[in-house]
């Protein structure tokens, strides 16, 4: 548990590997720096704090692929704390992705809303070390801490327009019902500590938050309290279901993003569901893992059973609400939360799959499928928020889809671009938004022509996505009807893009189609293991 | 499991004894051989600098809370200094790289506190002088007017 103490039990020198958690300590390190410029410059300057913090995350993004194709040498994990294997380095290069993205985003916004650009750059880089660790945690305590450090920092972004009551609101009510989701974890991680207890010899062996032990405890049948297991996972799942905005636990999304400013929406629909994602699937598939060989009354494949249906369902509902409550939205930023709860339906899909593959590769490929469609669905998100964003102008007045009537032709630029990402939203071919959703399918399509019992709920999961996506084409077309085929009626004067946020709309209209032409390199630079092998995960 | 031993909690017993002789004695010192010199403030009732009589829903300086928060935010972190300094020496004891590399994470954490402590004096959250709050009024009409949807003027939409 802790580092002390484990050090003091062990009586040897603790298990330290600074390396490993090098994107870290630089991402964090420079999110202090940032701070602390802007604490000596006397007015805020975006370019500066705003340049450092790109260096940053660039320097993390650089640590990252070296930790992936070099290693990192010695083979310490702070005592199982750290892991390093593809779903952490995968998921790390996309929230990187995602900061760097919002922080271009955000750098001219920040200023024309007067709003202290340092404190909003070095939040940033904090909320994205915290995410880092909830990809990187195989302890469910560094896991819990890296959500805290996430979570803490986007309470404070949701507000970060203190005058407007609604941005207030929204941070009110995301940290009130962030910190019960946080409880709800919190709670889960103490029942399956205490579940996990197990008899070693003559004594009894206290319980653990390691999520490799957990599922090497699980797998051996041998945890004290299998039913306390079962209600901690049921906790965790509710958590981390908080997190990741999915169907019965969404509640909160569209009040949130609708009332945050529109760059930290973008920043919150991309980035923490990807972080999210990533410890869910982290707990979930490592730590209650899928054994063929164990007998079935045995209590691993009682949990596992239990919660791969319940994200089954978990999974349909999820898809479903979000599409048919997007339809009847009239603003766009919640249109497009919405969008991002079903969204969050799709990669459970993949999720589900990753949980019952039958074998390694099956599951490698699943994971990847899951942190590509993270990827994918980061890369159009953050572009049609770009562009909601310099729509929306200053005090996010103009957030309707009336303000979009007739735009079209009148600012084209804007909207060929905004049509562009809404398509790939909707997964029309030639997009990353198709290539993410026939990756997670047909991960949960080859794993039920596997899977020998059960196969059904396989495919029925990916008609239920597949038809929903048919749905949800209405309230994207929608909105590229509305921007075309409609008179405007109120006076409407084109706004100018600045050159950061013209990059952005750049490099993610490159990305949208990249994705969407040659999704192989990425996924399988996705699948690659890392250099140094010794330190991955549980060896089935 | 160890036997329940009571005289294993004697230390604590001291301690309630050492603060119950603490406070009494300060007290009683006070009284023997304080000056008083009694005005009518000085009589009311103790309420934290406040008028014990009157409405309870008058407005304070929201300066009060950001040093309640900040005194609690200092205050949790330097608990964590404890479990530390209890075992430092053992930890120690198993070589120059643990020592060193204890001593080092402790510093590290020290100067993260610093960074924090001179960010909030930086920023002026320790300032209460009439320069401070004109600033923070002009501030907060700028906001106000912001708020009340004027047009953005054109030099604060450009890059």
């Known amino acids: 548990m ?75 994990t702070f005592n199982g704390m750290i892991v390093l294997d593809e779903i952490r380095l995968s998921f790390t290069l996309v929230v990187i992705f995602v900061s760097a993205l919002t922080v271009l985003l955000s750098v001219v916004w920040v200023e024309g809303e007067h709003l202290p650009a340092g404190e909003f750059h070095s939040l940033l880089l904090f909320a994205t070390s915290g995410m880092m660790l909830m990809a990187s945690g195989g302890d469910l305590v560094i896991i819990f801490l890296g959500l805290e450090i996430l979570s803490i920092a986007t309470y404070v972004m949701c507000g970060f327009r203190r005058t407007d009551l609604r941005s207030n609101e929204s941070s009110l009510k995301y940290f009130i019902l962030g910190s019960f989701s946080s409880a709800f974890l919190l709670y889960g991680i103490a029942l399956v500590y205490g579940a996990t207890a197990t008899v070693r010899g003559s004594g009894v062996v206290a319980g653990t938050t390691n999520i490799a032990q957990i599922g090497e405890r699980v797998m051996a049948g041998d945890i004290m309290y299998p039913a306390l297991l079962f209600a901690g996972a049921a906790f965790m799942l509710v958590g981390f279901g908080f997190k990741i905005a999915t169907a019965p636990f969404h509640v909160w999304t569209p009040d949130v993003y609708e009332g945050a400013p529109t760059p930290v929406t973008a920043f919150m629909a991309a980035g923490p569901k990807a972080a999210g994602f990533a410890s869910f699937l982290r707990v ?49 930023k919640r249109m ?45 998100n953050l572009g049609a928020f770009a562009v909601v964003t310099l729509i929306a102008r200053q005090n996010d007045r103009r957030t309707e889809v009336e303000d979009y009537n007739g735009i079209g032709f009148r600012a084209p630029a804007l909207s060929f671009t905004l049509s562009i990402f809404l398509l790939s939203l909707l997964g029309m071919p030639l997009t990353a938004g198709f290539i993410g959703k026939v990756a997670v399918f047909a991960s949960a399509l080859n794993v039920g022509s596997s899977a020998p019992a059960a196969s059904s709920l396989y495919t029925i999961l990916v008609v ?65 293991k890392p250099a140094s092998g010794a330190v991955t995960q549980i060896a089935r | 499991m160890q036997e329940f031993r009571l005289e294993a909690y004697l230390p604590i017993l001291l301690m309630f004894i050492v603060a119950l002789g603490f406070a009494a004695g300060n007290i009683l010192l006070s009284q023997l051989v304080g000056q008083r010199k009694q005005t009518r403030t000085k009589l009311m009732p103790y309420e934290c600098g406040k008028d014990p009589v009157g409405s309870a829903r008058e407005r304070f300086s929201v300066k009060f809370y950001l040093i309640a928060m900040i005194f609690i935010l200092f205050d949790i972190e330097v608990i964590f200094l404890v479990p530390w300094a209890v075992v430092f020496k053992q930890l120690a004891a198993q070589g120059a790289m643990m020592r060193n590399l204890v001593y080092v994470e402790m510093m590290i954490f020290v100067a993260l506190l610093l960074v924090g402590y001179i960010y909030v004096v930086k920023k002026g959250a320790f300032d209460w002088g009439e320069r401070a709050r004109r600033e923070a009024e002009a501030e907060a009409r700028a906001l106000k007017d912001m708020q009340k949807g004027r047009e953005p003027s054109t030099n604060a939409r450009a890059a």
């Not at chain 1, 589900?352 to 994918?376: E, H, I, N, P, S």
């Open chain 1, 336 to 380: 497009l939360a919405y969008s991002s709860i079903a969204h969050a339906g799709y990669a459970l899909v993949g999720f589900v799959a990753a949980g019952a593959a039958t074998d390694a590769t099956q599951r490698a490929d699943a994971l990847a499928a899951v942190a590509f469609y993270m990827l994918t669905y980061a890369v159009m």
């Open chain 1, 464 to 528: 239920i996505g597949v038809l929903n996506t048919a749905i949800s084409a209405y309230y994207y077309l929608r909105l590229i009807i509305v921007m075309f085929f409609r008179e405007r009626t109120t006076e409407w004067a084109v706004p100018r893009i600045p050159a950061s946020m013209a990059l952005v709309l750049v490099i993610t209209i490159l990305g949208v189609f990249y994705l969407g032409l040659f999704p192989g390199r990425v996924l399988d630079a996705f699948k690659r």
């Open chain 1, 284 to 332: 979930f598939i490592f730590g209650f893992p899928f054994v063929g060989a164990v007998a079935s009354a045995s209590s691993a494949t009682n949990v596992h059973d239990a919660w791969l249906h319940a994200l089954a369902i978990l999974a349909i509902i999820t898809m479903s609400v979000g599409n048919v409550a997007a339809i009847v939205q009239n603003n766009v």
């Open chain 1, 2 to 76: 802790n580092f002390f103490a484990v050090a003091l039990q062990a009586g040897t020198s603790p298990d330290i590997n600074f390396p490993l958690i090098l994107p870290e300590m630089i991402v964090c390190g420079v999110a202090v720096l940032v701070m602390f410029l802007d604490a000596f410059m006397r007015r805020s300057q975006r370019w500066v704090t705003g340049g450092l913090s790109l260096l940053g995350l660039a320097a993390g993004a650089a640590a990252t692929i070296w930790l992936w194709t070099r290693g990192a040498g010695s083979l310490g």
